[in-house]
Structures are given as C-alpha cells and as structure tokens.
C-alpha cells in the first residue's frame, strides 16, 4: 500500500504550458518535501512544507500544503525544458523521522 | 563538498553471488540512510543509522539484507545471496539532523542487476 499517491503519473507538456501535479494521502503529515531527480542521478531536495495551507514559491515552482496537512500540489509556470525530471513527493508520516516517498510524476517538457 | 559518494554505480551479478554497496557520507553529517528505488515500489527506505547506530532496520526486506556504519565516513549494504528481485538503484543519503525535516542530500545510486 502506497501511503502517497501521486498523480499523474506522466505528464507530456510544451514548453510554456503550466501544469500542476498532486501528492495525496488519507494520513497527516507533521511535514511534507518535493524532490526532483533527474535520470541517473539521485533527489535533489527542492521545498520542505510544515505549515497546513502553506504556499511556497520557487522561480516558477509553486508549492501548496493542504489545509488538512494530508495532500500538497505542485504547479509549474511557463515550463521550460529544464523542468523535465520525475518529481517525488516525501511526508514524515511515522512520525520517527521516517520519510515515506511518493512514486513520482514524471514531467516532459518538449521545446 | 564532494556530495555523497557511492560505489560501484553499476554492478551486474549472477543469482546467489554476495553483492556489497559501499557509501561515503557528507562530511559533518550525523544521519545516513539506505533506500531502495523500483519502478513498482518507488523509493523506499531500508535503514537509516544516526551517529553510526542503526535506528529503525524495519525496511530491510529479509535476512538476505545486512547494512553497517563503522565510522562516521563509511557505510556498506551487503546482500548475500543476492536474487534476481533484488534488482534496483540503492541510494544512499546522509542529512545533518536527526529529524526527517532535515534536507536529505542524495547519491547518485548503484544500479545493481542479478541476473
């Protein structure tokens, strides 16, 4: 059973479209991050999010934390190449500082 | 700051053989921690040791599966004998805090495949 389900799982999109992504779950997380790894290489730690409705802005990444503290979205403006990757969800649900993963959305971006 | 380490990126081994993933940890950093990355199961955690004490082993899928941290600057996962549902990328990361809310800082991973 996956603790976060994230979705869609693909998404194919042109360079200048937004998109949006969802990280869901039917638990509350004390905390929640987004990862972006790119092939062959390991997660890079984009945003960490602890506070319920808390937005967070990157670039032209912006995070959201469900009120309830239990889904987070990720949007994307104006996407360019360099935003293709798989995007991992992560929330520290355990509570023991385990962080529970997310498969991924995995985003392309054509030119 | 050379990141987290791991070798070899890529290992290819037959079925029953020992197999042994090695990590090198940030410098300064107190956590480190095991995961398993598959296209059914995504990432997921295997063990994760906070000032070289192994914390919570829950992840580790069986017996097959050992992992140590003699120094603060090394840490290997063993499997013996290695199967072919064994096949993954293991990543190994290491963060300053004890806490999840820490930023993990990820290696680049070992592609193992048992044939």
Redesign the interface.
Known sequence: T?LLEQSPQFLSIQEGENLTVYCNSSSVF??L?WYRQEP??????LV?V?TGGEVKKLKRLTFQFGDARKDSSLHITAAQPGDTGLY?C?G?YYG?????????NQVVVIP | DAG?IQSPRHEVTEMGQEVTLRCKPISGHNSLFWYRQTMM?????LI?FNNNVP??DSGMPEDRFSAKMPNASFSTLKIQPSEPRDSAVY?C?SSKG????Y??Y????TRLTVT
């Open positions: 996956q004390s905390s991050q062959g290489e390991g997660p890079v730690l960490t602890v991992l992560a520290d023991n500082n385990r962080l529970a993963f997310g498969k991924g | 987290v199961r995504g990432l997921e955690l994760y914390i919570d990543f990361a004890h806490a999840s809310s930023e993990q990820f290696g680049p991973g």
